[in-house]
């Protein structure tokens, strides 16, 4: 292998005649005076007789050609292949044409490949055309992990992609980008399988009831049981009224439905810390209902001629409130908030607390939130905003050095469909908590883990914090034009966004200072939504089919002119189900179709079903 071409300071041109370069292939570039310096393979091409290099374009140029000649290369002749090598760190004057390439070897390349032990990283997968280099490695590197490929599991022959976990001190928040089928999921539950390896807390808000990690993937998996805990809000989990403040209800309001000024106003007028629901809510209820009367002498007059004891004794209440705060709150704003505030009581936010959740994190599990992405945009509101205020009292109290303080855990936030907690265009409150978190959660340890599947539509702030971004592949224009502005994806990189494989993927790292091209590991793992749903439909339409079968056998043979009335009958009877004749006479030619019973036709051309005849 040899350099060819006009070169320069950045990349250069490399010819070979038996070495076929891969993408993202690693060479070493051996300049006489220079010394040796690492590249990376960023575009490759191979010409034959049948190819004349002459036609290569921008790729092959007259310089390259005439360089081949005097090496000693018969361009018209000879199988040719032809690298574009772009160097790790610019050198100091351009490299000398004809200086020899070779494959470097595993040690002059592991500090830049493998950044962090075996021990200490999270091991996501392989770093791409890397099995030359692997040869070389030690053994504690090598038989880590299984890919699936092609419909098998493939044992590790590439050198391990082993993520730096420490160095998010430094380099905070992951972001994880791809369309549907790329793997993004996959690579997600990878990543959230580390964190339980190494004992490290999360809060997962996971919208589509997916990340279940008790389910083994075969033949080479292993269950996380007991490293996450799954919680359902409105049912395990939620919010005690009673802890919370005035703007922490604003936000759970909001979370509803957008709060106007005025509203924000009747929260701070009606609003006491400590106060119950059900007390607060009454307060609102009984001035909707002295509003609803609209002046003390029509309030007065219900107590005067109130029918009960009991109702006199509400009015008398209702004027209380009134006189108290009716002018200091708009009828259709108080209205406005005891319509949201009934709306969390239905869905049942106010039921529980997150004491559960505090304690799975101070155990080291993962957390994981499951609900609506309106109930988790609700509840995350909430939930996000205290941890991350506990962690951050506890290491400002820790400075301070106040030791009253209870210690509590650096955290992970991971959830997929990002976009939908953090809009780019519009405000939400779970945007304000994850925007605060993504620009100061570094320094207190709490980090965040976005995926999702429209990069373009996440905020902006929040995907510029995105110090390690996994794109895994990506089609429309918009989201790869939003990747090509957030990363130092090269142009012939971002080209082959749409092309990658499912579980291939762009690692683009700030910490490491450049991208690398991998496969995400087999996961452990499977989720619960793995069935196909075609084989879903064809099993339940089965065992309805056999069902209906045991119902119906004994009064086999059926006449469908007599006895379809007498059948209907004895199923309501038996089974408790309505059928109509039109409806029962569909399922039974659906059963004689899959061979559950046969039909004949009488000499009347009268459909009769019998039991299939066995000989």
């Given amino acids: 292998m040899k350099v060819v071409g006009l070169t320069n300071q950045q990349e250069v041109m490399v010819g070979s005649r038996d070495h076929n370069f891969r993408i993202n292939e690693f060479l070493m570039i051996m300049d006489p005076v220079q010394g040796d310096i ?80 075996v021990a200490e990283g999270l091991l996501l997968g392989v770093i791409r055309n890397t099995a030359d280099l692997a040869k070389g490695m030690g053994e504690e590197k090598k ?156 309030i007065q007059n219900r107590i005067d001629y109130a029918d009960k004891p009991s109702d006199q004794k509400k009015w008398q209440k209702v004027k209380e409130v009134y006189e108290k705060y009716n002018s200091k709150a708009a009828p259709a704003s108080v209205r406005g908030i005891n319509w949201r505030l009934l709306s969390l009581q239905r869905e049942g936010v106010f039921n529980k607390d997150s004491k559960a959740i505090e304690e799975v994190l101070q155990l080291g599990k993962l957390a994981v939130i499951q609900g609506s992405t309106r109930m988790i945009q609700v509840y995350a509101t909430y939930l996000l905003k205290d941890l991350y205020n506990k962690r951050r009292e506890y290491k ?14 650096p955290f992970f936030i991971i959830t997929d469909e990002s976009h939908n907690f953090a809009p780019k265009g519009y405000d939400s409150p779970s945007k304000s908590v994850l925007r605060e978190i993504s620009q100061e959660g570094r320094k207190y340890g709490v980090f965040l883990v976005l995926a999702t599947q429209r990069p373009t539509l996440l905020d902006e702030t929040i995907t510029a914090q995105l110090n390690t971004k996994m794109i895994f592949r990506t089609v429309r224009a918009s989201d790869i034009d939003t990747i090509r502005e957030e990363t130092d994806l090269s142009t012939e990189e971002t080209r082959r966004l749409p092309y990658l494989r499912t579980g291939d993927v762009f690692i683009s790292s700030s910490q490491m200072g450049r991208t690398t091209y991998g496969r995400i590991r087999g ?35 059926i006449n469908a002119s007599t006895g379809l009335l007498n059948l209907i009958q004895a199923l309501e009877k038996k089974t408790h189900k309505s059928y109509t004749i039109s409806m029962l006479e569909g399922k039974l030619n659906k059963l004689e179709e899959n061979g559950y019973i046969q039909k004949e036709m009488t000499f009347l051309g009268i459909a009769q079903y019998k039991k299939i005849e066995t000989n």
Wanted: net charge negative; aromatic share 12%; hydrophobic share 35%.
């Fill in 143 to 298: 038989n880590l992990l299984y890919t699936f490929e092609e419909g098998e599991y493939r044992a590790q022959t590439e050198v391990p992609y082993l993520m730096n976990i420490r160095g998010m001190h430094q380099y905070p928040h992951i972001g994880v980008f791809g369309g549907s089928g790329s793997g993004k999921s996959f690579g997600l539950r990878v990543l959230l399988e580390e964190f339980m390896k190494k004992s490290i807390p999360g809060i997962v808000l996971d919208p589509h009831f997916e990340m279940d990690f008790s389910n083994k993937s075969e033949p080479y998996g292993r269950t996380f049981t007991e490293n996450h805990e799954r919680f359902q809000i409105g049912i395990d989990i939620g919010v005690r009224f009673e802890d919370i403040g005035a703007s922490d209800l604003k936000n759970l309001l909001s979370a509803i439905s957008p709060l106007t000024d005025s509203m924000n106003s009747v929260v701070d007028v009606l609003f006491s810390k400590g106060n119950s629901f059900e007390l607060f809510q009454t307060r609102v209820s009984l001035l909707m209902d002295g509003q609803e009367e609209g002046s003390p002498e029509r």
């Fill in 38 to 117: 690492l590249g990376e393979v960023i575009e490759a091409r191979t010409y034959n007789r049948f190819i004349p290099m002459n036609i290569g374009g921008d790729f092959v140029d007259d310089d390259v050609l005439r360089s081949l000649k005097a090496i000693g290369y018969d361009i018209d002749e000879e199988i040719i292949y032809i690298a574009k090598v772009r160097f790790f760190n610019e050198s100091l004057y351009p490299i000398l044409t004809g200086s020899d390439v070779r494959i470097p070897e595993f040690h002059e390349v592991e500090n830049l490949l493998t950044p962090t032990s």
């Fill in 523 to 557: 996961a452990l793992t499977e989720s619960p939504h793995t069935e196909n749903p075609f084989d879903e439909l064809a099993q339940i339409r089965k065992e309805d089919f056999e069902a209906f079968y045991r119902d119906i056998e004994e009064f086999l043979p």
């Fill in 396 to 409: 400002d109290a820790k400075f301070r050095e106040i030791s009253a303080v209870e210690f509590f855990p």
